[in-house]
């Protein structure tokens, strides 16, 4: 089945740390992204890339890192630099100039301990 | 003023009556237009598209979308307890590139 699978479902960084989650993509899709959700908000766009080996920041970008190095996988890392990272994290991947169209991975909960 | 905006709610609507969602937006040039919905806990899925001024129909639902008033809206007839959940308005505007943002969302809870 083709689809987008993120993982872990759940995760918890310690403060200082930095921690990575994964995004596979078997949709052959060409666009990638990543956004954040927190409580009772919409999506905010993180980072997204529309090509292998190339991305771009998005309206949040301070405190992450990311990167394309093959066209399936989209890892995003939150460093420790990212003061409040409690949220809802959604990969979601689109055909090229379709980009209204996206599909969405099941998401990752991060938490701080 | 923000780029889409919705009434977060929640919004109640009895079971079997229609319920209305809407959005503004405020980026003129906007061509592409997007409603997705997300279950409590679970990821968004798109389930209705529109681009031109007008309906759009497909099955129980229908959106509507006026350019001039930069207003886009999802009806949902005959509602069901299954379509319980938070609406996601999308809208595609250039900022440099090309981008998708969303609106807050609005939680519609429909009661047997």
């Known amino acids: 089945d083709g689809g987008i699978t993120q993982s872990p479902k759940y995760l918890f960084r310690k403060e200082g740390q930095n921690v990575t989650l994964s995004c596979e993509q078997n949709l052959n899709h060409d666009a990638m992204y990543w956004y954040r959700q927190d409580p009772g908000q919409g999506l905010r766009l993180i980072y997204y890339?529309?090509?292998?080996?190339?991305?771009q920041k998005g309206d949040i970008a301070e405190g992450y890192s990311v990167s394309r190095e093959k066209k399936e996988s989209f890892p995003l890392t939150v460093t420790s630099a990212q003061k409040n990272p409690t949220a809802f994290y959604l990969c979601?991947?689109?055909?090229?100039?379709?980009?209204?169209?996206?599909?969405f991975g099941a998401g990752t909960r991060l938490s701080v301990l | 003023q923000k780029e889409v905006e919705q009434n977060s709610g929640p919004l109640s609507v009895p079971e079997g009556a229609i319920a209305s969602l809407n959005c503004t937006y405020s980026?003129?040039?906007?061509?592409?237009f997007f409603w997705y919905r997300q279950y409590s806990g679970k990821s968004p899925e798109l389930i209705m598209s529109i681009y031109s001024n007008g309906d759009k129909e497909d099955g129980r639902f229908t959106a509507q979308l006026n350019k001039a008033s930069q207003y886009v809206s999802l009806l949902i007839r005959d509602s069901q307890p299954s379509d319980s959940a938070t609406y996601l308005c999308a809208v595609s505007i250039i900022q440099g590139a090309q981008k998708l943002v969303f609106g807050q969302g609005t939680r519609l809870t429909i009661n047997p």
């Open positions: 890339s529309q090509i292998v080996n190339d991305f």
């Open positions: 980026d003129r040039g906007s061509q592409s």
């Open positions: 979601a991947s689109s055909i090229e100039g379709r980009l209204g169209i996206q599909y």
